[in-house]
């Protein structure tokens, strides 16, 4: 494994912080091997749009953490990456509870990879898919991200 997924890790076990927007927004993963994260959101009134079902911009936002956090899990040392690409369907409204996030990289290429997504209710209902388009990144592009 890399030190990336160890780091991954160690945020599912609680002896890492989880990612800054993750605190903000308030997604935490809770699963992550290679090529695959589960992330969660309790949604709340906080997280609604004015017509009080949950904002798409949050159900994107944490997707597109999932998505990426998959996609890191593959890269090795002195490798990153960026996002191409996000594609988001909303299927369902959503007002609150909990969201389940389950992101699997579908092809990890030498520089090009793709990642869907899907956000569930806790019984399993599709609410949104996403799809990421990633890029990796070696070398003196990948200093500093």
Known sequence: MTRL?????????GDAPGS????????R??????????FELEAGP?????????HGGII????????GTAYASTLGDGESFTTLELKINFLRPFWSG???????????????GLVECDVTD???KLVARAMSTCM???????EGR
Not at 29 to 38: V, W, Y
């Open 5 to 13: 997924i160890d780091r991954f890790n160690a945020m599912v076990g």
């Open 122 to 124: 806790v019984d399993g």
């Open 136 to 142: 990796t990144l070696r070398g003196e592009s990948s």
């Open 46 to 54: 906080q997280h609604a749009n004015p017509m009080g079902t949950l």
């Open 29 to 38: 993963p809770t699963s992550i091997e290679p090529g695959k994260a589960i």
């Open 98 to 112: 909990r969201l389940v996030v389950t992101a699997h990289t579908v092809r990890a290429g030498r520089t090009i």
């Open 60 to 67: 994107c936002d944490v997707a597109d953490a999932a998505m």
């Open 20 to 27: 800054a927007v993750g605190r903000l927004v308030g997604f």
